[in-house]
């Protein structure tokens, strides 16, 4: 496989993460131009929020690093990166019903079929700063089924779909649409991507309850701000804008 933005394509048949994978390649000073990391199978696969990430074979399981001084908005990148994957499953099933699940979640219908994590470092040695960016992409391809803890949460593209898609194929398309969006992100940052994002938005209009620092927020989702917050309508009318949250309950 050939890309121009990841000139470097690593693929490993079992690895603990590819996430932490990047991490240590990185403060080992192996990886020294754009790569991506694909794994087969994860054995330790990590979430958002320290959670577990069921990595079976059958799904797409990447790291991506970007070696960008620039790129240092983790919201932003989440929500730049969210919307690639959602292009890259759209392009290979046109009229699934996908969403965005504010931040990083890429819905099919009500379930989750894909996940985002962002990492970002500073990787100094006596000689060199090396400012990264790794992107962690999951996204549930073939899987037949899932553990019953997360069954009714998550989702295949396969279950979905009844048909099987070739992984390095989706990986082909999704590390080009990289290739092909980062100079726009590098340049107007997210300003491309809010109207992508408003339209297949998941929350939109639904009635939420925000967990956050202990408090809880109950208001109408209304669509995501120019810097990636989300924005809700409160009880009282006001609104309110959360740059991230511990927990969101869709109430209605
Ligand atoms: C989420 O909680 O939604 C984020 C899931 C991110 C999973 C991917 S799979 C490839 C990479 N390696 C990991 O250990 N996690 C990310």
Redo the contacts with the bound molecule.
Sequence with gaps: MHSQFFPNIRLYRTV?????L?KQMLKQWIITENTALV?KR?T??????G?K?V?SPG?????LVILEPDLTDNAAITIWAGNLVHRTILNFFPAAPLSIKWP??VFYSDK?V????VTQGNYNSPHKNQPAVII???ININQKKFPPEISEVATSIRIETSKRTKIGKLLHVLLTEFGKSYPLYASKKLSMFIDYFNTYDYLRSRLIRISHNKREYIGRASGISDSGSLIVQLSDNTIREFVSVDKIDILH
């Design positions: 603990e993460s590819t996430q932490h990047a794994a994860q330790a696969g990590i979430g958002r929020r959670s990430w990595s799904g797409l399981w990447c790291s990083n979640d989750k894909a996940g985002i994590l962690g992409i999951g």
